[in-house]
């Protein structure tokens, strides 16, 4: 049998001599390499990706018919957003936290507060809203005016033309039918002393404008009534041009702070009522 040879043999042996085998360890070969995948880069849409669904809504509103002849439409409306429903989308779509999105839209109304300190405006601010300072107020003198308040100062904040018809493309329409009832309808309430809209001057003028307003003011079931917080409505009792179309009455100099205000009309043998979406304020 052969005598393997290795390293720590006796001095005298040889590689040569008979017999003998050479036994030293081989290392393992290293595991061969992996072989890379070849890449292959998706291939970009040749078409017009479609929209997430959450762009696409149901505009859902009534025909209704107007006291002058024709018809008009009232958007039916739905759910009111909250500002947690609202927080959430934001965050969602653009990854940041609640808290977050919380922080930044405050801060983002704020400064436009703050540039309409100096009656700083914009037409277009990020393609979306454009904002302006309004004023108004009453007085029977020129200097009559010493703070904020008598002046009515406020800002008026609304969407861009192209924001608008940007938003109209995007809707589907459905009709929930013909309003069978017909009721009286308040589209705007505007101060006549200021002309601004949704505000009011206590003793003073606002005109109302929508349809079927014309209404029987000797009736107490009929009328203008306003309503501050939880206390009672108070009917008003002065009365200017009643009309299908307009109508002008008397806020009582008694009231203060935001007030709901409803009508009330007798039509067809019934009296139908119809409450302003807006509260109004001084």
Request: proline share 10%; aromatic share 8%; hydrophobic share 35%.
């Amino acid at each position: 049998m052969p005598t393997p040879l290795t390293w720590d043999s006796p001095a005298g042996l040889t590689y040569d001599m008979p017999g003998l085998t050479w036994d030293m360890q081989q290392p393992d070969p290293p595991p061969p390499k992996p072989k890379k995948k070849p890449f292959h880069r998706s291939p970009k849409p040749n078409h017009t990706p479609t929209p997430p669904p959450d762009l696409m809504s149901t505009f859902q509103y009534n025909p209704a018919p107007k006291s002058t002849g024709g018809f008009t439409t009232r958007a039916a409306l739905g759910d009111a957003v909250t500002q947690d429903f609202l927080t959430g989308e934001v965050a969602t779509a653009t990854g940041l936290t609640p808290v977050q999105v919380e922080s930044a839209v405050k801060t983002f109304f704020q400064k436009i507060l703050a540039c309409s300190n100096g009656c700083g405006w914009s037409n277009n601010l990020y393609d979306i809203v454009r904002f302006r300072p309004t004023s108004g107020g009453s007085s029977p003198q020129p200097d009559g005016f010493h703070n904020a308040e008598d002046i009515n100062a406020d800002v008026a904040l609304s969407f861009t033309k192209e924001a608008i018809d940007a938003w109209r493309a995007t809707l589907t329409l459905e009709s929930l039918g013909e309003v069978g009832k017909v009721t009286p309808l308040i589209d705007t309430i505007l101060n006549q002393d200021t002309g601004t809209a949704d505000t009011y001057t206590p003793g003073s003028l606002i005109q109302l404008r929508g349809d079927h307003l014309k209404l029987n003011k000797g009736d107490v079931t009929q009328g203008v009534f306003f309503k501050a917080g939880a206390a009672a409505e108070v009917r008003a009792t002065v009365y200017g041009d009643i009309e299908p179309t307009t109508l002008t009455v008397l806020v009582p100099a008694n009231l203060s702070g935001p007030l709901m205000v409803r009508i009330a009309v007798h039509i067809n043998g019934s009296v139908r009522s119809f409450t302003y979406t807006n509260p109004i304020t001084q």
